[in-house]
């Protein structure tokens, strides 16, 4: 049975407090003068629940920025895959994120599945944070029905007045809620004001850009040779931001790093960016993506042609980070729209 | 592997890259235990003139310099450029920017300057060859750390040729220009772990630019967070005027 | 943390020997490799294999030897880099670590009954080897097998001994060109394309695998589609930057495939329109 819970806000400093106890607690916390960041949190203080999406996506204790993911011994010979992992429980995660995560999910669990990833995301409990109203006029979670949560979480809190409605998705997160006392099953006057919300949220989220969303698809997979990405090229720094906080970019290298007695040392998987000069260079010098153009181009197949080939879905999930991190202003609602005009 | 005799040597410079290698605390001892250390003026009196490997710091800006680099480069079988001095020019590259008479002028006064030569400052590869970059001002010493190990290892290390941003994003700082402030991050070449950004300053581009000149969209940015040009361009100049023109290495 | 060690990730290596190496240029050097306990490398023509050394990282590296040979396998490497150069510091004896084998290779079975046309550009007859071997092996199987090979000078010229082999043999049609020659090379001269209008083919029942850098591709296409040659009848094998081998870290990827997964064998009707491939 669908079981809702409600904590009231007079409580919120108790359960953070709590859930901090039980294991490692990340959270939305405010970085720099702007911006936000997931971090370790132990107190309700430290937590920004009204925040705008984080520099870095939570894919970062997914697919952690610097990852060992072999240790050698040259002598012996020896090479094991090893992870290194921990229990987190993600708070407060928007529901584009939840959306991000999920198509992460589905590339690693591609065979041959990626255990790395797979043992550590089950160490990794969600609480969902639903947005009741836009953050900024850079989100396309409308377009991109990202801006209520598709599943992916194990709770999902929706803040309302004076309260937090908390939606039950999963046993695990069922079981951790039991643990905290000032967590009550909700009345009809939540869900009341659940459903008086969700339907205010109709109007106010609608898609950003004059297009539906099925057709997303077909503009990219005809739009290789558009102008539009000749007008990029030159705004383009290719300086790798919009892809490194991308929630479903997940392009990695992988480096050697031997200790100085030249015997031990590991392979550590490191976020890497296609929008990077070296990327697709081979070490004979040819590099087969050599126009930034060509890069940006890929960037957007990579969100909005090649996923739904494979896994029917749109890699891009709305938060507007690309668009707000780029300081060449290059804005993915205006690249789209560009298409649109183009294609006409 | 048999243990490589190592030398440093210091052109036109502070010395302070080769004191971030004195600094390096325990670590220090792990490198002690791979290389032979045979001179190395900051931190002992012997002296050797055989090495397999000489480590150089700063640039070469006298004629004298011109020839004790070239024989260091035939007595050494690796020769690696340690700091912006060396890899670049860095800060004495900003010379280049005057006229030499004015510059010994400046410096050693009417009577004084005609007992100094002095020539434009160059980067050491710009004299001889070079097989490895150790950039920055000062090092990073992580990197210098993992550059010996390639050298020591008979193997080419290329420095990736990605912007500081890259680097930056991924320790989540917030931009600078978030800040409002000019930060060099986007057009230099990473590999310092946006150390300095993730201290709470800008990056000054120490450690050269990227390989991918992106002009126009440089210009944009410039114009966008309306920032003179003429600032920019001083804060470039400040350690990439010696290499400006040549093809990045 | 907790150090957990993974016994299914894809990233474990096993342990492979180098049995023999040599020098085969100045800048190609092979190696013959066994893996630990006479373990099978289990591998079709075409696939590769991600090699792994201590302090210098991995590569991918294409299988040169044929599946019929049993009991280790043999690459070929040119020195480029930082990894190329670590290899060609190793000999007999030394270890290193294997991941593998990967990709989809040459369709053998498929190619049975099947006129063959080798088409090897520089370093392409080092994967292509593979498959040369592996029909060689199994002359009886296939119909008229002709090989082209073309590379920079007679100096560059690979496997030599096996290429004079190949050329006495009365069921192999071998020809060679080089790109320039110093007076005494008594071949051809002049680019790989020169050698097509020459053969003579029942295009209908022809392959043509093609192997060879980038810049090969676009004129030989050409020439073999002026030969009648159908596009679903060709074959070809591309190189890439790769990291994983498995279809992940994205480097390889050309529009939607990933070489290291997909291909590095593609055939040429199901890639022509991919403008990231060709």
């Known amino acids: ?344 | 592997m048999k243990r490589k005799t190592v030398a440093f040597f210091d052109f036109t410079c502070c010395e302070g890259c080769q004191l971030q290698v004195a600094n390096f605390g325990e670590e220090l001892l792990d490198i002690l235990a791979a290389i032979d250390v045979v001179m190395f003026r900051e931190v002992m009196s012997e002296k050797s003139d055989e090495y397999d490997v000489a480590i150089i710091e700063g640039s070469i800006t006298t004629p004298h310099d011109v020839e004790r680099i070239k024989e260091i480069r035939e007595t050494a079988t690796t020769v690696i450029a340690l700091g912006s001095c060396a890899s670049i020019g860095g800060i004495n590259g900003m010379k280049n920017s005057f006229k030499l008479e004015d510059v010994q002028s400046y410096v050693y006064g009417e009577d004084g300057k005609n007992y100094f030569e002095t020539i434009p400052t160059m980067a050491v590869h710009q004299v001889v060859d070079v097989d490895y970059f150790v950039h920055g001002c000062p090092i990073y010493p992580p990197e210098f750390v993992k550059i010996l190990k390639y050298a020591l290892q008979g193997l080419p290390y290329t420095v990736k040729d990605e912007a500081v941003c890259v680097e930056c994003k991924l320790n989540e700082n917030e931009c600078m220009y978030e800040k409002g402030l000019t930060c060099l991050g986007p057009i230099t070449k990473a590999g310092c772990n946006s150390w300095c950004i993730n201290y709470g300053n800008i990056c000054y581009g120490c450690r050269g630019m990227v390989k991918e000149t992106t002009k126009n969209a440089s210009i944009d940015v410039i114009k966008k967070y309306d920032i003179p040009m003429d600032w920019i361009m001083g804060k470039f100049d400040m350690y990439n005027k010696a290499t400006e023109s040549e093809e990045k290495k | ?278």
């Open chain 3, 1 to 278: 943390m907790e150090r957990t060690v993974l016994l299914k990730s894809p990233y474990v290596a096993s342990e492979g020997r180098i049995i023999e190496s040599r020098f085969l240029t100045k800048e190609e050097k092979y190696f013959k490799i066994a893996l630990k306990g006479g373990k099978l490398l289990d591998f079709v023509p075409g696939q590769f294999v991600m090699v792994a050394i201590p302090g210098a990282g991995e590569a991918p590296i294409s299988i040169s030897s044929s599946p019929s040979q049993v009991g280790y396998f043999e690459i070929v490497v040119r020195k480029v880099g930082t990894f190329t150069s670590a290899i060609h510091m190793l000999e007999e004896g030394d270890m290193i670590g294997i991941r593998g084998p990967f990709g989809s290779g040459f369709p053998v079975r498929m190619l049975e009954g099947n006129d063959m046309l080798f088409i090897a550009g520089g370093l392409g007859i080092i994967p292509l080897r593979s498959l040369i071997n592996y029909v060689i092996d199994n002359r009886r199987d296939y119909g008229k097998v002709s090989i082209l090979l073309g590379c920079k000078s007679p100096e560059n010229l690979l496997f030599s001994d096996e290429l004079d082999e190949w050329q006495q043999r009365l069921d192999v049609n071998l020809a060679c060109t080089v790109d320039r020659a110093a007076p005494d090379w008594d071949g051809n001269v002049g680019l790989i394309t020169s050698l097509i209008p020459g053969v003579t083919l029942d295009s209908h029942m022809t392959y043509a695998i093609v192997v060879g850098p980038p810049v090969m591709y676009k004129y030989v296409l050409t020439e073999l589609v002026k030969k009648e040659v159908p596009e679903s009848q060709i074959y070809v094998s591309f190189e890439r930057h790769m990291k994983c081998g498995v279809g992940h870290c994205g480097h390889c990827q050309m529009g939607s495939l990933y070489c290291c997964k997909e291909g590095p064998v593609f055939n040429y009707a199901k890639i022509k329109d991919n403008i990231e491939a060709l």
């Open chain 1, 1 to 344: 049975m669908e079981q809702y819970l409600i904590l009231f806000k007079n409580d919120f400093d108790d359960f953070v407090e709590r859930l901090a106890k039980i294991q490692k607690l990340v959270a939305p916390v405010k970085r720099g003068s702007k911006s936000f960041a997931f971090d370790e949190v132990t107190a309700a203080e430290d937590v920004s629940l009204n925040y705008i999406p984080t520099i870095l996506p939570p894919k970062k204790y997914f697919m952690p920025q610097n990852e060992t993911i072999v240790e050698y011994e040259k002598k012996q010979n020896k090479w094991e895959a090893i992870l290194y992992s921990e229990a987190i429980t993600l708070f407060g995660v928007h529901t584009c994120d939840l959306a991000g995560i999920q198509c992460l999910n589905l590339v690693f669990s591609d065979r041959p599945n990626d255990v790395h990833y797979i043992i550590r995301k089950k160490r990794i409990l969600i609480i969902g944070l639903e947005c009741n109203d836009y953050c900024d006029e850079y989100a396309t979670c409308g377009l991109m029905d990202n801006h209520n949560a598709n599943g992916g979480y194990d709770l999902l809190m929706t803040e309302l007045e004076d309260r937090f409605v908390i939606h039950v998705n999963t046993v695990d997160g069922e079981e951790l809620m039991g643990k905290l006392a000032m967590v009550k099953p909700a009345d009809a006057e939540s869900m009341t004001m659940l459903n008086k919300m969700r339907n205010k949220k109709r109007e106010v989220f609608q898609p950003e850009i004059d297009i539906e969303r099925k057709e997303l698809k077909p503009l990219f997979e005809e739009s290789f040779q558009a102008e539009v990405w000749d007008s990029i090229h030159e705004k383009c720094l290719s300086c790798g931001n919009c892809t490194n906080v991308c929630p479903t970019c997940y392009c990695y290298d992988v480096e050697d790093e031997i200790d100085l007695d030249f015997n031990k040392g590991k392979m550590v998987r490191k976020w890497d960016s296609c929008q990077s000069r070296p990327f697709a260079m081979i070490s004979g010098g040819e590099n087969f993506r050599p126009e930034r153009g060509g890069r940006q181009r890929h960037r957007y197949m990579r969100k909005f042609n090649y996923p739904f080939e494979k896994y029917n879905r749109y890699f891009c999930t709305g938060c507007g980070r690309c668009s707000r991190t780029c300081m060449a202003k290059i804005n993915l609602k205006e690249t789209i729209e560009t298409l649109i005009e183009e294609k006409k």
